[in-house]
């Protein structure tokens, strides 16, 4: 009888060990059977863009000045980008850069073969400041002139960490090519992001952008003013001394 009050309660601790060593292998279980199903979406969303670009690839796609893809192949691969991140459940962002060279005072007068081939320059400097400001998986084109838009899963950088990166890719730039004197490049970038539960396509994404851009410019005009514009301004705007 003592034998068998001592072995009930090893029993008990052993089947106790034997459930807890079941529940553990079942929420391990469970967590790989979870982890399996998230690699072969993150492995299918991955063959779907390089299907896209290689699509993409075969069409005339491609912006002959910088390289990057033009607005139909930002649309092609864009849709395979939201189709991907709505089955993995996850969210698209979408930036509108505008890049818009400064004013040069002085110098000869150049030739419109010249000012093009300027704008061309500033345009593909434009370009490799952008692609090293984003990620790899963040699809670059070119739409128009000085007009940039990145297409990418996840929310994406913030306009203003976009706009600092690509300054600081472009004054990188100009020391790489010697310190050379040109017309420095205003930066003006809106985002948007498209949740998984948000309705629409990558049309009302670019919308949303644009109309980013469209506010964070405003507020930039509206901004007062400093320096010694803002000192002049309030100077003339004090009321004039009374008469002795």
Do not use: K
Not at 82 to 98: D, I, K, Q, T
Not at 134 to 151: L, M, N
């Amino acid at each position: 009888m003592a034998c068998a009050a001592v072995l009930v309660p090893g029993t008990a601790v052993l089947v106790v060990a034997l459930v807890a060593v079941g529940l553990v292998a079942a929420v391990l279980g469970g967590a790989l059977v979870v982890t399996g199903r998230a690699h072969r979406r993150a492995e299918h969303s991955v063959e779907a863009l390089l299907s896209a670009l290689e699509t993409a690839r075969d069409e005339n796609v491609n912006d002959t000045v910088t390289g990057l893809l033009n607005r139909r192949g930002l649309l092609l691969v864009g849709n395979q980008v939201l189709e991907s991140a709505r089955r993995a459940g996850g969210a698209v962002h979408a930036c509108v850069v505008e890049v818009t060279p400064g004013v040069q005072i002085g110098g000869s007068p150049r030739s419109v073969e010249e000012v093009r081939a300027q704008r061309e320059a500033e345009w593909s400097a434009a370009a490799t400041a952008l692609r090293a400001a984003t990620r790899t998986s963040d699809v670059v084109s070119r739409d128009a002139e000085g007009r940039f838009i990145v297409i990418g899963p996840g929310a994406g950088l913030h306009a203003q960490e976009l706009e600092r990166r690509i300054r600081v890719g472009l004054a990188q730039g100009r020391l790489a090519g010697g310190g050379e004197r040109a017309a420095r490049l205003s930066v003006e970038a809106g985002a948007a992001t498209l949740a998984p539960w948000d309705e629409g396509g990558v049309s009302d994404l670019l919308v949303r952008a644009e109309q980013a851009l469209a506010q964070r410019r405003a507020l930039r005009r509206s901004a007062p003013q400093h320096g010694w514009g803002r000192r002049r301004s309030d100077r003339s705007a004090r009321p004039e001394r009374p008469q002795s």
